[in-house]
């Protein structure tokens, strides 16, 4: 089982970064606070005036009658809007700040480094952007209430303590050092915890995330009960986590209580000797007491807001590491307009973290501008690795990329993936229309979704549903056939009319008379655009005017399908083995 994790930034630096996003709304926090001081200053007015009506009310001759509910109302209607304005503006900061918080989050995530996402799963992003923030801010915002509601009268009560002895006040104070160091050493432990609850909670959210995601699988495999197990045993330690927690949590005030008592007995003593020397009286000495006891009700109060407050901050400490995500390599300078569509990799090595073997290993290759270009091999020889290096999704590490004979690195990210439609092995498709899946973040063209449509043989489909163009596919496209997802992704590259085409099995789903069309399609931009084709069926890739096949990041060997074939190597075996099937 897991452990509570230890290596984190202090959270004082949590608190530092917090900061910036809550200082642009700082006039938000003054004016609540100026609010929750204006309905305060109300409430001593309301005994006042219940004593000038009784001491003086019922003199004759007094003042007019009519002045008592006219002050009356004022006083609640001011207290009413103070107190409507304390929480209005509070919301007010609180809704923008997450606002903020949320915007910055999300624009890490779009901007991440690829790689991250081999390892991000998407319940933990959406915890991060979406629920941390408000859960922080809004945790922040009760914190400074209950700072506002019980500081302020605090304060005063210091004031009179002050006013009235300030030697015993101020030896009163004597045990805060004590005090502080107990709540430092309970604080890490809370903290320790807490860190702790939120990695588990994180964890639990991912098992929802995955079940919903595989129902197929686990209603196929009857694995209900297996998933119960495994999401009894994430919310077990999500239990253990948070109560051990709320334990330390609660270790706080009978230990800090335990020692402002040692201090309350200190100052009774010596209260007491004071009053026997006839320093001062037993108004003053019962006074003094009261004000003390009502003092300490109020730091109760406050002591119980470390809770809220350390959590707020374990929360942002967890949400806000997605900021120290690196960025993508985005140095390129130079923006493309338009390519020719000339590639070359040059001795490229490429290998993911932990890898043994290197998933492209020294390979050379070119993809002529304007020619047909197939990639066939094993799976796992490395052929979608060859199109993360294309989109930049990947670096090499030994080697580089040339696009129209110029490094890729030198161009923006942004220019170069403009140069590309891919159409790749696992299908992707939005929660919406399926013209609003085609013309993906383009303006909408009822014309070219036509042409599209067409060519990817969806046409005819589309006019069968209910409402056509505008009908939703349903989350990830699951109201529609595994062929159709994929002639949908099909038409959205082809949309996109980019000069270089890539697909990556793009037709593995298809039956014979869709791939047909495809076909067709592709033939048609063939000699217009640089196309890079990888399929299994070797039957798409026959017209290639180039066929390289790869082996475990190498290659083979390369030509056309008949000198491959009369070489009577590798890719003679596979046709002859595909012919047999
Ligand atoms: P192909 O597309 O030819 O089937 P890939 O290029 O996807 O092969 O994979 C090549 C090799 O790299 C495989 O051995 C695969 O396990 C490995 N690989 C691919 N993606 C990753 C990744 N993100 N992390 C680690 N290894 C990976
Ligand atoms: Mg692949």
Redesign the pocket.
């Known amino acids: 089982m897991s452990q509570p994790p230890t290596d984190r930034e202090p959270l004082s630096a949590t608190a530092r970064r917090l900061a910036v996003y809550l200082k642009p709304h700082g006039r938000g926090v003054v004016l609540t606070i100026l609010a929750y001081i204006g309905a305060a200053c109300t409430e001593p007015l309301i005994p006042q005036l219940l004593k000038t009506v009784l001491g003086e009310g019922f003199k004759a001759n007094s003042f007019s009658v009519w002045w008592v509910p006219v002050v009356l109302i004022g006083l609640f209607a001011a207290r009413g809007l103070f107190s409507f304005l304390g929480q209005y503006l509070l919301n007010w900061t609180v809704s923008r700040t997450v606002f903020d918080l949320r915007a910055a989050l999300l624009n890490a995530l779009l901007k991440a480094d690829a790689r991250i996402y ?1 390892s991000l799963q998407p319940g933990t992003a959406v915890t991060k952007v979406v629920n941390d923030p408000q859960q922080i801010v809004a945790q922040l915002g009760g914190a400074l209430i209950t700072l506002l509601r019980d500081g302020l009268p605090a304060l005063a009560m210091l004031g009179y303590l002050l006013w009235l002895n300030w030697q015993l006040t101020l030896l009163s104070m004597i045990t805060t050092p004590v005090m502080a160091v107990v709540v430092k050493r309970v604080n890490a432990r809370v903290r320790r915890m807490g860190s702790w609850a939120y990695d588990a909670q994180l964890r639990l959210v991912n098992k929802v995330d995955d079940l919903t995601r595989a129902w197929r699988v686990v209603r196929s495999f009857d694995a209900a009960d297996h998933e119960r197990e495994q999401f009894a045993a994430r919310a077990r330690e999500v239990q253990r986590a948070t109560l051990k927690t709320a334990a330390a949590n609660a270790l706080t005030q009978p230990v800090s209580q335990l020692i402002a008592s040692i201090g309350l007995s200190v100052i009774l003593s010596l209260a007491l000797l004071q009053a026997r020397q006839n320093q001062s009286g037993v108004g003053e000495f019962a006074a003094f007491i009261a004000a003390l006891l009502l003092l300490t009700s109020r730091l109760r109060h406050l002591s119980e807001l470390a809770q809220p407050i350390t959590n707020a901050l374990i929360t942002a400490q967890g949400s806000l590491s997605l900021l120290d995500i690196p960025a993508e390599n985005d140095r390129g300078s130079r923006a493309l307009a338009e390519c020719r569509g000339e590639i070359a990799l040059q001795a490229v090595t490429l290998r ?4 043994e ?1 290197p ?1 492209l290993a020294a390979l050379d290759l070119r993809f002529a501008a304007g020619q047909t270009t197939a990639l066939v ?1 094993a ?8 199109v993360n290096l294309l989109l930049g999704f990947a670096e090499p590490d030994e080697g580089q990329v040339l696009l129209d004979g110029a490094p890729i690195n030198e161009l923006t990210r942004a220019s170069l993936r403009r140069q590309f439609a891919v159409v790749s ?1 696992d299908i992707v498709l939005f929660d919406a229309s399926v013209a609003d899946n085609i013309a993906y973040a383009q303006p909408r063209d009822a014309a070219r979704l036509e042409q599209a449509l067409r060519a990817a043989h969806l046409w005819d489909f589309v006019q069968t549903l209910p409402e056509g163009l505008d009908t939703t596919v349903g989350a990830n496209g699951s109201k529609l056939s595994g062929g159709q997802r994929q002639r949908l992704a099909i038409a959205r590259a082809l949309y996109k009319d980019a000069p270089i085409w890539v697909l ?1 099995e793009a037709t593995s789903a298809l039956d014979t008379e869709s791939e047909r069309a495809v076909q067709q399609a592709i033939e048609a931009w063939q000699g217009r655009k640089t196309l890079i084709v ?1 399929a299994h069926r070797l039957s798409t890739i026959r017209s290639a005017d180039c066929i390289h096949v ?1 082996q475990q ?1 190498r290659v083979l060997e390369s030509g056309s399908h008949a000198e491959l074939v009369a070489r009577d190597g590798a890719y003679a075996a596979m046709v002859q083995a595909q012919f047999a099937d």
């Open positions: 081999t993911y973290p932990g890898a073997q998933a091999g799976s796992g020889s490395g052929k979608s690795s060859i092995q990556d990888i790869l990041g």
